[in-house]
Each structure stands twice: as structure tokens, then as C-alpha cells.
């Protein structure tokens, strides 16, 4: 409990004193809490005991004192007066609030007046602070989420007033004010929480009569998780049955939970079935090595990260399945002697990516670029130029792909021939060539003079262009006459002619004597007397 002195009240609490008769007068102001000893003054100008001393209160005397007749305080009395005319009440109560005047006797019939006003105060108490919607953490930190709205609440109890403020210190201001009332409750809003919002929450309330103050903290911590997801990468190591996985997810506060583990993803985050766990720390990247015994074709290699502010369900991961390399290219290449040729390996399904090299020779020599070799690389295309290509070139080289799951290599067969070697192929192509023609042009002539070689002309007469006159003459001896014609003009539709004529001779045996003295004037009087002709065309 607190005591309370005359003198610490006259000091500071005193409000006013003023002279209100010759005798003399002071006013007084006092405040004391419930449970408190709090003492009135009356004659404070001297060091003179009063003879006579009375206190009123709203009119009704509450204590009287007679310094020529002391009396003992009855035990357990709370209103006492002391010898310099003082009241002292004890274990204040907030009906003892009012307005106390005081008459003092002084020696010499001198009269001395006081008033003193006394207030009762409480609080400010029962402070109650709250932040929402947030989570407590065990040690009573908030945490909300960057982008929610969250409310401020304060409230207390005072009297007879109380002023409620709330401020803020952060990393970028200290006690800023946020706002401020005169009343037992003080509301206010943050919208679009960020993380410059993140720090020390106070709420002050100051009960101004008694100048009592109370406050009362809260941190507050605004967590924020990237949109995007953690970023799986890979890096060789230096033994090449070894590999680096690293996962990162920069940007979360604070630092997630980051696990890398091998499990089969099924589309359904609760559904998904989590095998072994490599590693796990809380930080934003997280490594791990694994050698070529601890993973298998087909296996999936996931980064999960796990983060309080996480909705349930939702879940930020990143993952690959592992695949073997597979080079491909042309098994057999085969070069001119003195040119260049290029070697062509390509390999574009392993993952982790393949470190795909070339090398010469069944002891598998590594291939140095330089005069002799330009090595280049186009995406998945790793290309080998052999410049100058000799004999000594000529054998096997190896496209050797390797990553952490297995060793691939794709054989090719260079085969160098010199220029001579080209000289009999290239004679052979032309005979070749020279034969087909002939055919063809044998085959076209053929087909195009068709007609006559059926009519049993043959070759013969192909480039005759002429016309045939076959004459027919009926005799009893059945005896043909053949002569030659003279040629008919070809018809304008161009086909070939042949003049049919047809003779009549009576057969009788002096015709017959007379035959062969005759025969050039029959055929004279034949062509004279020419019977009609008819003429038929092929």
C-alpha cells in the first residue's frame, strides 16, 4: 500500500492558495488512490499547533480536534488528526472523494481556514490489447500474412479519465503515433498488410489526473512466401559418378523448411508418397550429393518447402525424373582423302544433362581441338570436324555421354578412300548411264514405228518416205504380176500408201505361148488401159 505524506502533496499537487480573510486561508488539490493514506493539510504557514481543529465536509463536521484535551485515535479509526491540524484518512476509499474545509484555532484567537479538494483516481488498469487475425507463437509473437487486413484493438479502465494511444516501432521509425482517444476502447485498421508494418505495437493509456501510465506490447511479424515455386538446378561434380542437387526458394520470411526427398508424384498433394529424405534444413537454398548407387532410371528427385504461412493443401515444390543418356548419330562415315568431314553426335534425353565428349580409338583418347580437330556444340549437337583427313584418321571414334544414372556411348566408323578409289566407280556410273540410254532411245524408236513392223517391212524401209503400188492380176494360172509403180503422193493425214490394182488376163494356151514375147506390151497396154483402183491406206 502507498503512503502518502502531507509534504509530497504540497509539492505536487498543489493546485492553488490564496489569502481569503485577515486571517489567513489556502486551497488545496489533492488525488489519492483506493487503499492509499492520504493526509489534508490545514495551517501550513508556521510552526504553530493549532488549539482547536475542525474539518467539514458537503457542510457535515467528519473530524474535530482539541489540543487542550488530547484524545487517543480509537483502534481501527480511518479519519485522524494529526497535532498540526491535518487529516489523515486512511486505506482511501472512492467515497472519501469531496471537497474538505478546515477551521484552526491558531494561539492568540487567530483564525486559520483550508480547503482541500480530494479526488479518488484508479487506473489506468485491466489494459487488454488484441491483433487479428494472426497466429501466437509460444512466445506470444503475432504472425500475420502480407496482403491480409488486420485489426488493432485497445481498451482499459480509469478514473476519472484516461488518454489511449497507439504506437508503433519498427525498423524504419521508433514510437511512431498511430492513433490516439479520450475514452476506455481506441480501434484502427491496417489494410494490405506489408512487411514494412512488421515490428512493435504498443498501446499506451495515461490516466492524466494521477499521471499513471500504463502500456502494453505486442510484435507482430508479417510473413510472405513468393508466388513462385522453389527452383530445382544441378551441377556436376568432380568425381562424375557424383552429382549437386540444389534447391532454392529466395524471398520467403522468414526462412522456410526446404526438404529434398525422392517420392512418386500422383497430381494429389495428400496422395503423393514420400520415399527416402536426403536432406532438410531451415534456409532459403538448400545442396545435397548423391552418388550413382543412390538413384535409378525413372526416379523422381523432389524440393519441398514447407512454410507456416502455407495455406492447408497447398504446397510449393519443385522435382525431375532422372533419365540415362542416349547419343545418337550415323554409325558409318566415310570421307575423301585431303577434305574434312564432321562427326555428328546428339544427345538430348538424359537428366541430369549429359557430359557428352568425343574420343578416337578403342583406348578411347580424349580429342584435343586444335589444327587437326574443331569441336562444337549447337544445343544437344556436339559435332567433331576432322580437317585434312588422311589414312591415319580412318577408325573408330566414340561419342561417350555420361550423368549420374549411367555411361552411353555411340560408336562411328570413319572409312577414309583415296581419290583413285573414286575413279573406277565414277566409270562405271557412265557405262551405266550410256546403256540405259541406248535402251531408251531403242525402246522409243520401236514403239513409235510399230505399224510397220507388223506390216513385215522391217527396218528396211523406215526412213523411206515413199509410197508401194502392188498389183493383182486374176489368171486361171494364178500367176502374180509385180511391178513397180510409180510413187503416189502421201496423204495429208501422213500415213503411207500402197496402190492396189487388179488385172483380168484370159487364160488360153496361145496366150499362154505368147507369154513371155508379150509381157512388156501387156504391161504397157496394162498401164493404158488401167481398170478403176482402189486405193487403201495403213
Known amino acids: 500500500m ?86 489523515q484518512i486512511r486505506s482511501v476509499m472512492p467515497g472519501d472523494e469531496g471537497t474538505y474545509l478546515c477551521s484552526s484555532t491558531l494561539p492568540g484567537n487567530n483564525t486559520f481556514h483550508a480547503r482541500v479538494s480530494l479526488q479518488v483516481t484508479s487506473g489506468p488498469g485491466n489494459l487488454s490489447v488484441s491483433i487479428g487475425p494472426a497466429t501466437a507463437l509460444s512466445n506470444g509473437t503475432l504472425i500475420v500474412s502480407r ?37 476506455s476502447w481506441l480501434d484502427f485498421r491496417i489494410e494490405d498488410v506489408q512487411p514494412s508494418a512488421q515490428g512493435v505495437y504498443s498501446c499506451r493509456a495515461h490516466n492524466p489526473v494521477s499521471d499513471q501510465a500504463v502500456n502494453k506490447s505486442t510484435q507482430l511479424l508479417v510473413y510472405y512466401v513468393p508466388d513462385r ?62 552418388n550413382r548407387s543412390m538413384l535409378t532410371d525413372g526416379q523422381t528427385l523432389r524440393c519441398t518447402a514447407q512454410y507456416r504461412a502455407l495455406a492447408p493443401g497447398i504446397e510449393k515444390s519443385c522435382s525431375f525424373t532422372l533419365k540415362p543418356p542416349y547419343p545418337e548419330g550415323e554409325p558409318l562415315v566415310t570421307a575423301l582423302e585431303a577434305t574434312s568431314v564432321t562427326l555428328t553426335c546428339t544427345e538430348a534425353v538424359s537428366l541430369p544433362p549429359a557430359n557428352t565428349t568425343w574420343r578416337k580409338g578403342l583406348q578411347q583418347e580424349d580429342i584435343v581441338p ?41 560408336e562411328v566408323y570413319l572409312t577414309v578412300k583415296t581419290s583413285s578409289a573414286y575413279t573406277g566407280a565414277i566409270l562405271g556410273v557412265f557405262i551405266a548411264a550410256l546403256i540405259v540410254g541406248c535402251a531408251a532411245i531403242v525402246a522409243k524408236t520401236f514403239y513409235f514405228n510399230r505399224h510397220r513392223i507388223c506390216l513385215g517391212d522391217g ?38 500408201t500402197t496402190l492396189v490394182q487388179i488385172h483380168r488376163i484370159p487364160s488360153t494356151g496361145h ?28
Open 229 to 290: 515455386h522453389p527452383e530445382c538446378l544441378w551441377a556436376p561434380a568432380q568425381d562424375p559418378s557424383h552429382f549437386h542437387f540444389n534447391c532454392t526458394w529466395s524471398g520467403a520470411y522468414p526462412a522456410p523448411t526446404l526438404r529434398w526427398g525422392d517420392g512418386d508424384d500422383r497430381g494429389d498433394p495428400g496422395a503423393r508418397s514420400i520415399g527416402s529424405i536426403y536432406a532438410s534444413d531451415t534456409t532459403e537454398s538448400l545442396s545435397v550429393t548423391l
Open 2 to 87: 502507498k503512503i502518502l505524506t502531507t509534504a509530497a502533496f504540497l509539492h505536487l499537487c498543489l493546485c492553488a492558495t490564496a489569502e481569503v480573510s485577515d486571517s489567513g486561508s489556502t486551497e488545496t488539490a489533492l488525488w489519492a488512490a483506493p487503499g492509499d493514506i492520504a493526509t489534508l493539510p490545514c495551517y501550513t504557514v508556521g510552526n504553530v499547533t493549532p488549539t482547536l481543529t475542525s474539518w467539514v465536509k458537503n457542510g457535515r463536521e467528519v473530524m474535530r480536534s482539541d489540543a487542550s484535551s488530547p484524545s487517543p485515535s480509537p483502534a481501527g479509526q480511518r479519519l485522524v488528526v494529526t497535532n498540526d491540524g491535518s487529516l
Open 459 to 496: 527396218f528396211g524401209h523406215m526412213e523411206e518416205d515413199r509410197g508401194d503400188v502392188m498389183s493383182l492380176v486374176e489368171s486361171d494360172d494364178e500367176q502374180i504380176f509385180q511391178d513397180a509403180v510409180p510413187r503416189l503422193p502421201p496423204l495429208t493425214n501422213g500415213h503411207q
Open 147 to 183: 496482403g491480409s487486413s488486420v485489426s488493432f484493438h485497445c481498451s482499459g479502465s480509469s478514473h476519472p479519465s484516461q488518454q489511449l494511444s497507439w504506437a508503433f516501432r519498427g525498423a524504419s521509425s521508433s514510437n511512431e503515433s498511430l492513433a490516439s482517444t479520450s475514452g
Open 511 to 538: 496366150e499362154d505361148a505368147e507369154t513371155a514375147g508379150t509381157r512388156p506390151r501387156q504391161q504397157d497396154d496394162t498401164v493404158q488401159t488401167e481398170e478403176p483402183v482402189d486405193l487403201v491406206t495403213f
Open 370 to 410: 586444335g589444327s587437326k580437330y574443331v569441336l562444337s556444340v549447337e544445343g544437344p549437337v556436339l559435332k567433331l570436324k576432322i580437317l585434312n583427313v588422311s589414312k591415319d584418321d580412318e577408325g573408330v571414334y566414340f561419342c561417350r555421354s555420361e550423368n549420374p544414372l549411367a555411361v552411353r556411348e555411340l
